[in-house]
């Protein structure tokens, strides 16, 4: 049994989403967590990653249309408790 992939698609590093990324990584070990960054002018760079998933966490619905497999996509993971 493969470990579940998790992408993270990010703006910028060491920002909000960036931040929540390494803060769930954290806390789901049993997890392989990659992050993408700016996959709207770096799209072909994202896509192995997108594409590998088992779920991709968007932090916006505009990106959506740079995404495969939009059946995967969790989108605005906001909630500030993963944060206690």
Same mark, same amino acid.
């Given at each position: !049994?493969?470990?579940?992939?998790?992408?993270?698609?990010?703006?910028?590093?060491?920002?909000?989403?960036?931040?929540r990324h390494r803060t769930?990584?954290?806390? !789901?070990?049993?997890?392989?967590?990659?992050v993408v960054f700016d996959?709207?002018?770096?799209?072909?760079?994202?896509?192995?990653? !997108?594409?590998? &998933?088992?779920?991709?966490?968007?932090?916006?619905?505009?990106?959506?249309?740079?995404?495969?497999?939009? &059946?995967?996509?969790?989108?605005?993971?906001?909630?500030w408790k993963i944060f &206690?």
């Amino acid at each position: !049994m493969s470990i579940p992939k998790i992408c993270w698609i990010a703006d910028v590093p060491g920002w909000a989403y960036d931040n929540r990324h390494r803060t769930v990584a954290a806390r !789901m070990p049993g997890y392989s967590h990659s992050v993408v960054f700016d996959v709207v002018r770096r799209t072909l760079d994202a896509l192995p990653s !997108m594409s590998e &998933a088992d779920i991709i966490v968007c932090p916006d619905p505009r990106v959506l249309p740079f995404v495969p497999g939009r &059946a995967k996509v969790v989108l605005h993971l906001n909630a500030w408790k993963i944060f &206690a």
